[in-house]
């Protein structure tokens, strides 16, 4: 079937001392040109492996990924990653952490000074260009993180993959970085995949939410088409019914616990008591919140 991105009934399994582990056992799904997708699921399900198979950064043991009808075997600047641990290169300046990645996909078809435009532009964007000179390490977290966005969109990519990308962010950062990020897919027309523990994220930013089951083999448990309309205000969305109830399918969804091995006694044991911020955190989450905790 011909589709924008394809992940194509991908199963990957890990040789480990205890043998192999079959993390991830068939997750088939057609992305279209400019949709937001969240993947969503507990600690430990396989999201992240998801996602470095599109990039290419893992083959899939069978099946696997097309993009524009094209196999995707090693990572390219047409998929750009944002991880949720800003990976700037601590040596080099804010300007030219983005220069750098700027120069490498442009060199040939962007002149010097288009490519400086350019880099000044996409800093912009995120409400960078005061601090073009500042090295990583006299930046704060959210605003390294607004440059690793920066850097991702400057590179002009197909698809935009975001790993937790707002997840070790405060709050206040976190809402002013979803309404960037709204912002700019809605100018931009980016397609991305975006793996969020935060439902209210999710359900503010997706066009569609793949809810993943438990692993080990875990696969695509429901998907959830978020048919609200854009631009999205959170405020107004607050009181809005429709909202709510997508909202309180993904928690249920998540308190449900897919589990495609375990007993129902052991379901019930693992079951999240709370949902007090309605958020599943990972294992290295830096930002331990109250609440909800569910093991992988
Ligand atoms: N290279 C590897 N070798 C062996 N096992 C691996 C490898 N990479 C991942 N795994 C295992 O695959 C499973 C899924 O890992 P993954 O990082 O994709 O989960 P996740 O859903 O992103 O979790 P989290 O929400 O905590 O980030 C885990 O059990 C992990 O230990
Ligand atoms: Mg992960």
């Known amino acids: 079937m011909n589709s924008y991105l394809n992940i194509d009934h991908v199963c990957i399994t890990f040789p480990t001392d205890k043998g192999p582990l079959n993390v991830l056992n068939d997750v088939d799904l057609r992305v279209d040109e400019s949709e937001f997708i969240s993947l969503i699921g507990h600690s430990g399900c396989g999201k992240s492996t998801v996602l470095n198979i599109v990039a290419g950064l893992l083959q899939a043991s069978e099946g696997g990924v097309l993009l524009e009808n094209k196999e995707v075997r090693e990572p390219g600047p047409d998929r750009a990653v944002v991880f949720q641990n800003h990976s700037l290169l601590p040596w080099l300046s804010v300007y030219d952490n983005v220069r750098l990645a700027v120069d490498q996909v442009f060199k040939r078809t962007k002149s010097k000074a288009e490519r400086d435009a350019w880099t000044r532009h996409n800093l912009e964007l995120v409400h960078m260009s005061h601090a073009l000179d500042r090295k990583p390490d006299e930046i704060s977290g959210g605003m390294k993180q607004r440059v690793g966005i920066a850097r991702a969109l400057a590179m002009e990519p197909k698809v935009l993959l975001m790993d937790e990308p707002f997840g070790a962010l405060d709050s206040l950062t976190r809402t002013h970085m979803q309404d960037s990020l709204m912002e700019i897919q809605a100018e931009l027309k980016n397609t991305v995949i975006m793996i969020t523990h935060d439902v209210d994220e999710a359900v503010l930013l997706s066009d569609r939410i793949i809810m993943m089951t438990n692993g080990p083999s875990a696969t695509?448990?429901?998907?959830?088409?978020?048919?609200?309309?854009?631009?999205?205000?959170?405020?107004?969305?607050?009181?809005?019914?429709?909202?709510?109830?997508?909202?309180?399918?993904?928690?249920r969804f998540l308190h449900?616990?897919?589990?495609?091995?375990?007993?129902?006694?052991?379901?019930?044991?693992?079951?999240?008591?709370?949902?007090?911020?309605?958020?599943?955190?990972?294992?290295?989450?830096?930002e331990p919140k109250a609440g909800l905790r569910l093991a992988g």
């Open 220 to 251: 695509i448990g429901e998907i959830l088409h978020i048919d609200l309309e854009r631009p999205r205000d959170r405020l107004a969305l607050a009181e809005d019914p429709a909202y709510n109830h997508y909202r309180a399918e993904v928690v």
């Open 256 to 286: 449900e616990r897919h589990v495609g091995h375990g007993s129902k006694k052991q379901d019930e044991q693992q079951a999240p008591k709370a949902d007090a911020q309605a958020s599943v955190d990972s294992d290295d989450a830096a």
